[in-house]
């Protein structure tokens, strides 16, 4: 089983701030990344996927991906109450897009 | 219809009775899913269908028993079920050729078994 770890939470951040999200991941050979948002009680939908190297940025979200180190990360610039929610972060497995999901970090944004 | 719909929303049922939960998409994916979320575990995936062909099931018991008829439907049929089952169960579809796209999950059914 690949394992993908996240920090559980809550994060707590207040409004305007930056909120930084985090994910380690076991398996060297994973391609690609993505981050889901999931609001309580609703399903999980796609924020942002990253495959290479470096900082993607969408916006108000920017994911960074460090291959040699196995992480990726979620910033949240000017972070909203709008903004609370569980982070999903997956990785790919070994083919048809199948996706390993770490459980998720609570973030609080606090008006 | 858009994306992907399940059916039903919520679901209560006894240890000895049998249901389906109904997975639908109308994006035209070449791939379908189950998911398992239960309270602060990671989802976990229980089935794959590839172009209707079963190709995962990650020694799920074999009370759920997955059908694919088509590219657009995808059933989870449950009996005898244990207390432990009571979960969020997600659907997802995805586009094997476009993995950029990640996948689409549809709303999910919420099941309690009593």
């Known amino acids: 089983q690949k394992e993908v770890e996240q920090n559980s939470g809550p994060l707590s951040v207040p409004e305007g701030a930056i909120a930084s999200l985090n994910c380690t991941y076991s398996?060297?050979?994973?391609?690609?990344f993505f981050w889901y948002r999931q609001y309580s009680g609703k399903s999980p939908e796609l924020i942002m996927s990253?495959?290479?190297?470096g900082d993607k940025e969408d916006g108000r979200f920017t994911a960074q991906l460090n291959k040699a180190s196995q992480y990726v990360s979620l910033l949240i610039r000017d972070s909203q109450p709008s903004d609370s929610a569980t982070y999903l972060c997956?990785?790919?497995?070994?083919?048809?897009?199948?996706?390993?999901f770490g459980s998720g970090t609570k973030l609080n944004v606090k008006p | 219809e858009t994306g992907v719909t399940q059916t039903p929303r919520h679901l209560v049922m006894g240890m000895t009775n049998k249901k389906s939960l109904k997975c639908e998409q109308h994006l035209g994916h070449n791939a379908m899913y189950w998911y398992k979320q239960s309270a602060k575990k990671p989802l976990e995936l229980m089935f794959v269908y590839s172009l209707e062909e079963r190709v995962e099931n990650n020694s799920v018991p074999s009370r759920f028993s997955p059908e694919c008829p088509n590219s657009s439907h995808l059933f989870l049929h449950l009996h005898t079920l244990q207390p432990e089952d009571s979960a969020l169960y997600l659907c997802a579809s995805s586009q094997t050729d476009r993995v950029d796209y990640g996948y689409t999950f549809g709303s999910g059914t919420r099941l309690t078994v009593v």
């Open positions: 398996d060297r050979g994973s391609q690609s």
């Open positions: 990253i495959y290479s190297n």
């Open positions: 997956a990785v790919n497995g070994d083919n048809f897009n199948k996706f390993y």
